[in-house]
């Protein structure tokens, strides 16, 4: 290590003796880095710029300016070169300074050739080691350094992404012409079909098996069978995903309830002849040739969007917590209907097994795995490929298990990505 090294470490050390000594034991070899000359100096780090070459101070306004006006405590997730904390302690609107490191090796890195002691020194910063797994507002984030976040930080980077893409995601779905051209082709269905709330006279069940259609799955059909063989009092109520329910049927299980919500669900991606005894709970943004073709009772239901606001003041409907993935909503039917133990089958949320999805061949249902360019950490801690929306799909997830403490949530698999909340179980043995 440097002089610099040295000389940055010694106060770390005397303020955070813990941080100096989880950065001490960093070892940077590992990394891809060289000095880049532009109009400043900065440094590449596994062909990431920490900061523009060009004006890093004005990119380091920029990053401020984003900041609500009101604000005197803020937290910085990443640290770039440093440029972020320098500005802000000198402003003495900012009272309370958190410096969140997002990757220790890099961060040591830039202690080995930058001089990072005035922030360090000042009595408003306060630098922690690991960023944490909620997101604290107001926030900076050195958007450079999400591309360059370890392991144990991967989960903060996921939500400052979904918070980056919030808005114009929102902004895509409320926008969106096909929903409301769907809506108007469903308007029959809306109105003869009753709400998926009267679910409950017949399907109240303590224990509910979530499945999806993860690669996963595979591993649990036999389980699945004999679960469903089991005699009606004493099973647990089986919900399934859309897309599930060709490879299920294949193997005999036929789940009890199907929610369907995607707006891209062809007719030909559901076995259609085989639903006579399966419940649909769908969502006006569906098929009508789905709805119209299926064999089973259908219950109507919404989501909580603002976009359903007005169908829901006309045509009254169960209302379930969606963003993004038929996941979401199935797993809020099965607490709405008494479920305090919710078991999910196939909810990998990444390409476990190099493969996007059980039963169905690579790209027959959108994504393909060479397109993935994310990953997540699965049940044994390691990197497993993933795409962007998937991942933002997880931490939603992970979000609602927060809020629903009296609800036991299992996973099935270790080959899924990691579900915080959530605890790990082998039904294999069952």
Known sequence: ????????????????????????????????????????????????????????????????????????????????????????????????????????????????????????????????????????????????????????????????????????ANQQHLNNDKVEFRFKSNSKNIENDPSADLLIQYYKKPRCHVIASGPTLEDHYDFLLKQRQLPDNSRPLMIAADTSLKGLINHGVYPDIVVSIDINIRLDHIPIEDTENISLVYFPTISPDIIREWKGNRYCAYSKHARYDTLSNYQPKLRLYTNGSVIHPIIDLAAYLGAYEISMFGCDFCYAKNKTHAFWPDGSLGPKINNAKHWVLNGRGDRVETDLNFRGYLRSLELYIKIKPNIKFYQSSLDSARILGAQYKDFTNE
Request: aromatic residues 8%; hydrophobic residues 40%; negative net charge.
């Open 1 to 168: 290590m440097t002089e610099l090294f040295a000389t940055n470490l010694s106060i770390i050390a005397k303020r955070w003796p813990i941080v100096a000594a989880a950065i001490k034991s960093q070892s940077v070899d590992h990394l891809d880095a060289h000095l880049v000359q532009g109009q400043n100096q900065t440094i590449s780090v596994n062909g990431i710029q920490l900061s523009s070459r060009h004006d890093r101070i004005a990119e380091a306004q920029l990053f401020i300016s984003t900041l609500p006006s009101n604000t005197h405590q803020v937290t910085v997730y990443g640290v770039g070169m440093g440029d972020v904390p320098s500005l802000l302690i000198e402003n003495p609107h900012y009272t309370r300074i958190e410096v969140c490191i997002l990757n220790l090796a890099v961060f040591a890195l830039l202690l080995c050739y930058t001089d990072q002691r005035e922030w360090l020194s000042h009595p408003n910063v306060n630098l922690n080691e690991q960023a944490g797994k909620t997101l604290s507002f107001p926030y900076i984030a050195i958007t450079p350094e999400l591309n360059l976040v370890s392991n144990e930080n991967a989960i903060i980077r996921d939500l400052i992404v979904y918070e980056l893409n919030r808005n114009y």
